[in-house]
């Protein structure tokens, strides 16, 4: 079973840059060429993030199998499992949109965060007794990997309205399509972080006996919170659809990754996980 998950994991790592490699490459042949995306190389490069969705699937139930327990415990697990939802995010997006950009700047960051997976500890340990919540570990980090991956999406077309407004070009989607696909993606995984907010806090009474300790991963994860009702606020009453919206994704991006990499300089007592 662990040669199953190690393959699996290197088949998904490879997958997704070649993945990559057929975007850029279809992207300067738009650009060179004239020729449109979808007759150009990067065409092939979606059945190729299906396959690396598919091989992470695998050896993520792998994992599961041999250790007898979700794969949600360690930052190797975790990294592999927020990379996951990206994937499935990408996915999801370009059958509601169709947009070959959006998929690549998604598999972008999804490629990173196997690559960060990749050169973390992967050796099976016995599972934290804080960690032990039979029902409590799979929701609250299927939540989690579930908003991440979406707030990965939000920002890619965020950044890509931002570069649009200075460097149109044919191949990125209009104004109106990003901005949507932004909003889609956050008005989604709001639900979802707020899902996180809520059963962190039950996990946090029976192991710490307080709801809230205003330990600095939970502190991390209110501020998100806070960033992405502030969008969602803007977008409601005042009516923002331009390149301040496209602003607050980026900073809410960058409030998960603080977040989600907060073990290694904020401490606390999440330092386990």
Same mark, same amino acid.
């Given at each position: 079973?662990?040669?199953l998950?190690?393959?699996?994991?290197?088949?998904?790592?490879?997958?997704?840059?070649? @993945?990559l490699? #057929?975007?850029?490459? $279809? +992207?300067?042949?738009? !650009?060179?060429?004239?020729l449109?995306?979808?007759k150009? &190389? =990067?065409?092939?490069?979606?059945?190729?993030?299906?396959?690396?969705?598919?091989?992470?699937?695998?050896?993520?139930?792998?994992?599961a199998?041999?250790?007898?327990?979700?794969?949600?415990?360690?930052m190797?697990?975790?990294?592999a499992?927020?990379?996951?939802?990206?994937?499935?995010?990408?996915?999801?997006?370009?059958?509601?949109?169709?947009?070959?950009?959006?998929?690549?700047?998604?598999?972008?960051?999804?490629?990173a965060?196997?690559?960060?997976?990749?050169?973390q500890p992967?050796?099976?340990?016995p599972?934290?007794?804080?960690?032990?919540?039979?029902?409590?570990?799979?929701?609250?980090?299927?939540?989690?990997?579930? @908003?991440?991956? #979406?707030?990965?999406l $939000? +920002?890619?077309s965020? !950044?890509l309205?931002?570069v649009?407004?200075?460097y149109p &070009? =044919?191949?990125?989607?209009?104004p109106?399509?990003?901005?949507?696909?932004?909003?889609?993606?956050?008005?989604?995984?709001?639900?979802?972080?707020?899902?996180?907010l809520?059963?962190?806090?039950?996990?946090?009474?029976i192991?710490?006996g307080?709801?809230?300790s205003?330990?600095?991963?939970?502190?991390?994860?209110?501020?998100t919170?806070?960033?992405?009702?502030?969008?969602?606020?803007t977008?409601?009453?005042?009516?923002?659809?331009?390149?301040?919206?496209?602003?607050f994704?980026?900073?809410g991006?960058?409030?998960?990754?603080?977040?989600?990499?907060?073990?290694?300089?904020?401490?606390?007592?999440?330092?386990?996980?």
């Amino acid at each position: 079973m662990l040669q199953l998950e190690t393959i699996a994991f290197i088949t998904s790592l490879v997958a997704l840059q070649l @993945a990559l490699v #057929l975007y850029i490459w $279809g +992207f300067i042949s738009n !650009v060179l060429n004239k020729l449109p995306v979808d007759k150009s &190389a =990067a065409r092939f490069a979606l059945p190729v993030l299906a396959l690396a969705l598919l091989s992470l699937t695998i050896s993520l139930i792998a994992r599961a199998i041999s250790t007898g327990h979700v794969p949600f415990t360690d930052m190797y697990e975790f990294s592999a499992s927020f990379s996951w939802g990206i994937l499935l995010a990408i996915l999801l997006c370009w059958w509601r949109f169709r947009s070959d950009v959006i998929s690549a700047a998604g598999a972008l960051v999804a490629f990173a965060l196997l690559v960060f997976a990749f050169n973390q500890p992967s050796q099976h340990t016995p599972l934290a007794p804080i960690l032990n919540q039979p029902w409590l570990l799979p929701a609250h980090v299927s939540c989690a990997i579930i @908003a991440y991956g #979406l707030f990965a999406l $939000g +920002f890619a077309s965020a !950044v890509l309205f931002l570069v649009r407004q200075r460097y149109p &070009a =044919a191949f990125i989607p209009g104004p109106e399509m990003l901005d949507r696909i932004g909003y889609e993606s956050v008005l989604t995984g709001f639900f979802f972080l707020t899902a996180v907010l809520i059963l962190g806090s039950i996990w946090a009474n029976i192991a710490w006996g307080s709801y809230w300790s205003w330990d600095p991963k939970e502190t991390a994860a209110l501020a998100t919170w806070l960033i992405y009702a502030g969008y969602l606020f803007t977008r409601f009453a005042l009516k923002w659809r331009d390149s301040r919206s496209a602003w607050f994704l980026v900073m809410g991006f960058l409030a998960v990754l603080v977040t989600f990499f907060g073990n290694f300089f904020l401490g606390g007592l999440h330092a386990y996980a």
